[in-house]
């Protein structure tokens, strides 16, 4: 009666820390850090559809071939609940060591997977992953386990789908829906957040604005169809033209500005210098013809430019950006006063 009272106890304790939890990541960590209490394995396995992702936390001493067996499994398993194929190709691995009891356990490097318990994790009739114990002990697991378990995974399903409807929610509030990319709103969040940390260190950030040169042409010859397919395009080169560290974010229409933390003006130039060279050597395909474009760039710094608040230093990428339009387009000028910028306007 004890020993009941007892798993009942880890049991209630397990469930609370995964519905309590907010990230996928914590989700899987309250799960594994409470589940040694209550059962006796040497890998357990998360695959969550959502991300096509198998979450592994195995014994130190699991060796490769034992993890493949658990992988292929935990995926055979999940297939057969599935609507559609799944493509072991397409699933990425997560895995991390740990000490998954206690008392010292050591799994011989020609273990096999003996015993597991591979159940679905389903909410509303929708199946959104599996979860998995896994060992290298034959009959490890009995129908008691097999209760406790499925409780545990009714829990983290619950748990998942609130996270993905969250996560839903979310992206719509943060992304762009045309390019993917982060939307105003992310931005003026995100450089918020940034320029506090750096008018407190004096760290470097840089700040380019970016136009699509005489993209309007683009729409009125070809029609908003066409030019959105270039915007989703520019967006791409844009992603991939930055580090991973940087954030990018559609501005509205045909412009867009990226945050550069700690870069100082060297790096923020190179940056702007291969995503002006990249966009201007890439044919894009709008209606039966290949159009080359251009995009025109303007950068500003802290501390190098002196901003005094987030919003002086977008007005000064700003202020570059119309320095590089008046000056020809397709080229990168920096923020270089207010008295050069009157000037041009004189």
Known sequence: MRFVVKNLNVLRSTIS??????EIKEIVEAAVTNLPNLFKFVSFGVFWKEGRTIYLFEEESCP???????VQNTIKVCSLFDEEPIDPQQVSLRVEKRKMSSTPVRVPAQARLKSHLTLPLAVEGEIIGCISLNSDKPNVFE???LQFFSVIGYQMAATLKHFQRFSSVKDMATYDTLTSLHNRRYFDERLALETQKVFRSGAPLSLIMLDIDHFKKVNDTFGHTEGDKVLREISYLLRTSVRKKDVVARYGGEEFVLILPDAGAEESQ????RIRRTVEKKPFDVG???LKLTVSLGISRFPDDRPGSKEELVRMADLALYDAKRGG????????????TKEAEG
Do not use: H, K, L, Y
């Open 329 to 340: 387009r397709n080229q990168v000028c920096n923020f270089q006063g207010e008295q050069r």
């Open 64 to 70: 490769p071939s034992f993890r493949q067996e658990v």
């Open 288 to 290: 039966a013809i290949q």
């Open 143 to 145: 129908a008691p386990d």
């Open 17 to 22: 820390s995964i519905s309590t939890s907010f």
């Open 270 to 273: 190179a940056i702007a210098e």
